[in-house]
């Protein structure tokens, strides 16, 4: 079945830089468009940045352009979140999900990774 | 970008009962392009609901969704203790995709 593991948080200072990465399995993963999430604590769900199955084509939140880098690595089945220029409202659960297609609804979500931005 | 305002905040009922959601849209979704999903505590989120009203994958169909334009409701017939946890909306008409705060289901 279809499984996504995410590994790379940890705490950070403002400013700082991190990467996530989002290992998957169960599926033909270079079918499939993916996406990162975040949850910052006790609050709702925000769309990061998606990224195409031939990597040709990304898209980010305005939250976070020009500060983080969404990339995949087909061959190992990885995804991939670089975080530049952290801030403290950056906190937050950072899922990977894989999308249904282009610009819909997530069918599968790992279980999550957390960042927390903090001095 | 579209804003979803679900509704209520927390939602207090027995197992037995039915449970009725709202998610409300700042303007109308495109093709009713609105999922549904639950995310019980320290879970990742699971998709329940997309298009509006087509249950996903091995989703007992207990669950149920409708809703068009700008008023949406994910009805839940029957609740069994698994189904306490927060439910959020998500629109996927335009971009950004965008996300409801979320509907905390709890025990009475």
């Known amino acids: 079945q279809v499984h996504l593991v995410e590994s790379g948080g940890g705490l950070v200072k403002p400013g700082g830089s991190l990467r996530l990465s989002c290992e998957a399995s169960?599926?033909?993963?270079?079918?499939?468009?993916m996406s990162w999430i975040r949850q910052a604590p006790g609050k709702g769900l925000e769309w990061v940045a998606f990224?195409?199955?031939?990597?040709?084509?990304?898209n980010y939140a305005d939250s976070v352009k020009g500060r983080f880098t969404i990339s995949r690595d087909n061959a190992n089945n990885s995804l991939y979140l670089h975080m530049n220029n952290l801030r403290p409202e950056d906190t937050a659960v950072y899922y990977c999900?894989?999308?249904?297609?282009?610009?819909?609804?997530?069918?599968?979500w790992g279980q999550g990774s957390l960042v927390t931005v903090s001095s | 970008e579209i804003v979803l305002t679900q509704s209520p905040g927390t939602l207090s009922l027995s197992p037995g009962e039915a449970a009725s959601l709202s998610c409300r849209a700042s303007?109308?979704?495109?093709?009713?392009?609105l999922a549904w999903y639950q995310q019980r505590p320290g879970q990742a989120p699971k998709l329940l609901i997309y298009?509006?009203?087509s249950r996903a994958t091995g989703i007992p169909d207990r669950f149920s969704g409708s809703g068009s334009g700008t008023d949406f409701t994910l009805s839940i017939s029957r609740l069994e203790p698994e189904d306490f946890a927060v439910y959020f909306c998500?629109?996927?008409?335009?971009?950004?995709?965008?996300f409801g705060q979320g509907t905390k289901l709890e025990i009475k």
């Open positions: 999900a894989r999308d249904k297609s282009y610009d819909l609804y997530f069918d599968y």
């Open positions: 169960g599926f033909t993963f270079n079918d499939y468009y």
């Open positions: 990224i195409s199955n031939s990597i040709d084509y990304a």
């Open positions: 303007r109308s979704v495109s093709s009713n392009y």
């Open positions: 298009h509006a009203s």
């Open positions: 998500q629109q996927y008409g335009s971009s950004p995709r965008t």
